[in-house]
């Protein structure tokens, strides 16, 4: 009876397919408020008069605790202890509390001249709910890939993984293309983080129904050796560390995310200053990059788990990369036709890199170790989200504004995005390189990231 039951759950396409879906549009609410405020730096200039560097603060926030108060890594542990109901649930309350506390700090008008360890008070207090949203999302984020390989380990792991990428892309889609008519529509530049805290409260309801089929997946698998995980036990970390395979792929994960989230808190931006796109109508460029993401990292995804190539993969998307952000650093070349161009191909090497990254991870490090080893990778891309958006600010205001004036009460900066290009090119080759070292240990050690993922 008991195996019969599996076999109607687990093995049942129906039964993972579902929770794929649900847990997967948890993750699109909070992808949807994590690059919300990309396009609306301008407005955030103009109307509440931050400057580069307050923006490339605030931005950076979102790995303050994960990184210094190491909280992905106990998130990590949590979730290998714990199990994926307690810690999806907590993650995704923390969101919301962030969100609210983000929405409430940008919806209000703090006096003139106040501050918080030296930072304006409104920055302070955004700042402080992104981090605290910043945790949740990234304690979610491995959530969700343990949930994945829970129910598709040894099935069609890359595929799914690509298409819980792809839904939440289609948050950062979002992102980029409706804030700033929202926020013009309402005259308001906190209104789209409004609605971004109800999707979210939505999210939550999701998940909560997913903790449902969880339970019943567990009942179905009670008597069964095959499916019973070893107790994850501290000394794991120890052993996860010592893995040099961990650590290319590791390093390899924040340079290459160093070198697209935080080009994206920017896109917008240098579409404006560069391309001479309406500031309006400037998100939208950036967000052919997650649409073009939502079919073909599935597409990459099914190819890995069928044909293999995960070493391989990794390396063309690097060379992509380091592509694209050299020929944006390019001066003179300011047609926005070739913005668009770009923009795509970033969403191709965007969608090679993680179709066969996060897959990859499972065979590098053994299922009950999985939590604690997504959140260690996690916690080394938090110090690329968190530092390059705050260096490429710092380099703005430093190096790079070509002209400011006021006009009806609004503050216009113009900037030359030449040199933060240069950085994000730089990024791109460092990637290259652990990607090419990751192949070769692969190689030495025999991982299997070049063949397929279904097992026949």
Not at 307 to 332: E, R, Y
Not at 365 to 370: A, D, S, V
Request: with cysteine; glycine share 10%.
């Amino acid at each position: 009876m008991t195996e019969q039951i599996k076999k109607t759950l687990r093995d049942s396409k129906t039964a993972r397919w579902a929770a794929l879906g649900i847990v997967s549009f948890t993750m699109l609410t909070g992808y949807f408020l994590a690059d919300i405020m990309a396009p609306l730096k301008p407005l955030l200039e103009g109307q509440l008069l931050w400057t580069s560097t307050e923006y490339g603060l605030f931005t950076s926030a979102y790995g303050w605790f994960n990184v210094f108060l190491l909280m992905l890594i106990l998130g990590g542990i949590i979730l290998d202890k714990m199990g994926v109901r307690f810690t999806g649930l907590g993650a995704a309350t923390i969101m919301v509390v962030g969100t609210a506390i983000k929405y409430w700090a940008i919806s209000t008008t703090f006096p003139e001249g106040a501050t918080i360890l030296g930072i304006k008070s409104q920055i302070a207090f955004a700042a402080f709910g992104y981090a605290i949203f910043g945790v949740g999302v990234e304690i979610a984020g491995i959530t969700v890939s343990k949930i994945i390989v829970k129910w598709f380990k040894g099935r069609e792991l890359a595929l799914a993984m690509g298409l819980e990428m792809s839904t939440a892309r289609m948050g950062t889609l979002l992102a980029m293309a409706v804030p700033v008519p929202i926020a013009n529509h309402f005259h308001d530049v906190s209104a789209p983080i409004l609605l971004c805290l109800i999707m979210l409260v939505i999210g939550l309801i999701s998940f909560f129904i997913y903790t449902f089929l969880d339970k019943k997946l567990e009942a179905s698998n009670v008597g069964n050796d095959d499916e019973k995980e070893e107790a994850f036990r501290l000394s794991d970390i120890g052993l996860i560390v010592k893995n040099k395979g961990f650590w290319y792929i590791a390093i390899l994960c924040v340079l290459f995310y160093s070198a697209v989230f935080p080009y994206l808190k920017y896109a917008a931006d240098l579409m404006v200053n560069k391309y001479g796109v309406d500031p309006e109508f400037a998100g939208l460029i950036p967000s052919l990059l997650p649409l073009g993401t939502l079919f073909m990292t599935p597409f990459f995804g099914n190819l890995y788990d069928r044909k293999g190539k995960g070493a391989t993969i990794m390396i063309i998307g690097s060379i992509m990369l380091i592509f694209v952000h050299a020929v944006f650093a390019i001066p003179g070349l300011d047609n926005y036709l070739i913005a668009i161009v770009l923009v795509i191909i970033l969403g191709i090497a965007f969608s090679l890199v993680p179709s066969a990254m996060w897959p990859s991870v499972p065979k590098i490090i053994p299922e009950k170790q999985l939590g604690t080893a997504y959140a260690l990778i996690f916690w080394v891309q938090n110090w690329g989200l968190m530092g390059v958006p705050l260096l490429i600010g710092w380099v703005l205001d430093k190096y790079c504004i070509t002209s400011e004036e006021f006009i009806d009460g609004g503050k216009i900066v113009c900037y030359d995005y030449t040199l933060p290009m240069i950085i994000f090119t730089g990024f791109g080759i460092l990637a290259l390189i652990f990607a090419f070292l990751l192949k070769a240990e692969d190689k030495k050690k025999g991982y299997g990231l070049e063949q397929p993922n279904i097992v026949k």
